[in-house]
């Protein structure tokens, strides 16, 4: 399993520098997969998706879970290694995420704004 999980680090370290993503994006990839791994106790593909689904749905109901940006690099990560085994039917499978929406931030105004 461990020489296995190394050919795909190598090819993920790869697909990142290739890509033009940041050496931390392959650092949180990497992470979330181990820690996907250690959770089910096999590789991702050994795991039915059912199960997969059933372990993100958890996650995203669970207030005590993991941030919205962890919980992307675990959807993404898991597609790059489905990608990369030649899997895409699994990688598809993956729940797409929305973008977050996010307000503009307004400084404070020293001066009154209008004036008598």
């Not at 370290?13 to 890509?19: G, I, W």
Request: charged share 25%.
């Amino acid at each position: 399993m461990f020489l296995r999980c190394e050919k795909v680090v190598r090819k993920l370290e790869q697909q990142v520098t290739l890509r033009g993503q940041s050496f931390s994006t392959l650092q949180n990839y990497i992470r979330r997969i181990a820690l996907f791994v250690v959770h089910f106790g096999r590789l991702p593909e050994q795991i039915d998706p059912e199960e997969i689904n059933e372990y993100l749905a958890a996650l995203a109901r669970d207030p005590r879970s993991v941030s919205r940006s962890s919980f992307k690099h675990i959807v993404y990560g898991l597609r790059y290694y489905y990608r990369l085994l030649g899997m895409n039917k699994n990688a598809i499978a993956l729940p797409s995420l929305k973008k977050d929406t996010k307000l503009p931030v307004i400084g404070y105004l020293h001066k009154p704004v209008i004036q008598s």
